[in-house]
Structures are given as C-alpha cells and as structure tokens.
C-alpha cells in the first residue's frame, strides 16, 4: 500500500475518505507523515530477515519496503518539488533522483546554466522546504545504523540500484552525500508580527 499511494501516487481502490483525507494535503507533507512509519517498518523487517527465512536475499515485503524507503529519501524531494514549483507534471514522478542529488552542485556550472525564471533565492527557499527534519535523521541513523550490514550489496539489484548511494558510504562509516540526510541545524522560524 505505501508504494502504491506514496511512490505511484495511485489512490485508486482506497476508500473515499481516506482518498480524500490524503487529497486533502500536500504530496510532500503526506510524504514527511510516513516516513518515520517506513523508517520502522523496514528496519523491524531487516532487524527479523533471519527470522523470517530470507538469509540467502530480500523478501518481497522487504524489496517494496526498501524500494519505497529509497523513493522518499531520493526522489521524493524532487518530485514534490516538481509538483509544488512548477515543471514537466507529465514526468514527475517518473524521474531519476540524480537531477536532485546534484542540484546544488550543477547551478550555474558551464555544462548547467542556471534558468533566467529561477533566482538564487527561490532555490534556496525550495531547498529548505525540501529538507527532512533533525529527528528524521536521527531516526534513520538510530534504527539503520545496527542494521546496516543486514543489507548486501547483492540485495540492491534493478528497482533497488539507486539505494547504493545511501548504503555503499554506510558500509564505510560515512555520511550518505544524499540531501536527505542534510538537515538545519537551527529550525527555521516564521515571526509573525
């Protein structure tokens, strides 16, 4: 069901008030409720593997977890903000997390000039609306740091390739280079006066 609602965005077959009650919010605050629920259910799954008899690779439980896991920290930011700022609503939620990953680091390069409608200061304002909070990260790193060695590398195959960016620097001890795991260490605050 989490793959289906939040990675596909298919409300289809869900009842009318629970399809409304989703409508009724945006697809980034929709994402940022479940991702502290996708956070504990995928490592209450890695943490039992051995226990549910799938040593050898990912059960299928497991692989739409994870695919769904690496969709929020990955894709979802940029998705959102296609949705939220404008940009090809056709493709928006087919896209590759790459473009986002490295968003900061192309602007304004040779290869990238930087779009005449976007200024430096609206980049900024969708960066810092796109960022997960301290206690998510805090989250991810508190159940997944223990766990980190119950996924292989050989786990991480078609739909669950692109998780290597997060996984491959946790195998060394290293922070993930993904903006998810960047947060602002002093909340923002609107002053209202």
Not at 39 to 48: D, G, M, Q, Y
Not at 98 to 108: L, R, T, V
Not at 120 to 133: A, C, I, L, T
């Amino acid at each position: 069901s989490f793959e289906r609602v939040l990675v596909e965005n298919k409300l289809h077959g869900l009842s009318p008030a629970l399809s409304e009650a989703i409508q009724s919010i945006s697809r980034w605050e929709l994402v940022q409720a479940a991702l502290p629920h996708v956070l504990h259910c995928t490592a209450t799954l890695l943490s039992n593997r051995n226990k549910l008899g799938h040593q050898d690779k990912l059960g299928v439980a497991e692989t739409k977890l994870l695919h769904t896991l690496h969709w929020m920290l990955l894709e979802a930011p940029q998705d959102c903000s296609n949705d939220r700022f404008g940009g090809d609503r056709g493709s928006s939620w087919g896209g590759s997390s790459s473009a986002f990953i490295h968003q900061a680091e192309n602007q304004g390069s040779p290869g990238h000039p930087q779009s005449n409608a976007t200024t430096d200061e609206e980049e900024n304002n969708r960066r810092k609306f796109f960022q997960n909070s301290m206690a998510t990260v805090e989250l991810f790193v508190f159940l997944f740091a223990p766990l980190v060695h119950r996924i292989k590398e050989s786990d991480l195959t078609f739909r669950l390739a692109s998780g290597l960016v997060i996984w491959q620097p946790m195998w060394e001890h290293r922070q993930p280079e993904v903006s998810a795991f960047n947060a602002l260490v002093k909340p923002i605050r609107n002053i209202v006066t």
